[in-house]
């Protein structure tokens, strides 16, 4: 069953982390940072593949 789960500081860190292993697992992440610019990397990183 997916889930959706909310990732603060996800552009780094343990919480880049998080969102890689959820997005494996098939649940809708919403990445939340404040470097705009960063979180945008992450997110071309892991969900446009």
Do not use: P, W
Request: charged letters at 20%.
């Amino acid at each position: 069953m997916s889930k959706t789960i909310v990732i603060t500081g996800s552009n780094s860190g343990i919480g880049k982390a998080m969102v890689m292993n959820l997005l494996e697992q098939h649940h809708d992440v919403i990445m939340v940072a404040r470097d705009s610019d960063k979180t945008t990397q992450v997110y071309e990183t892991f969900c446009e593949k």
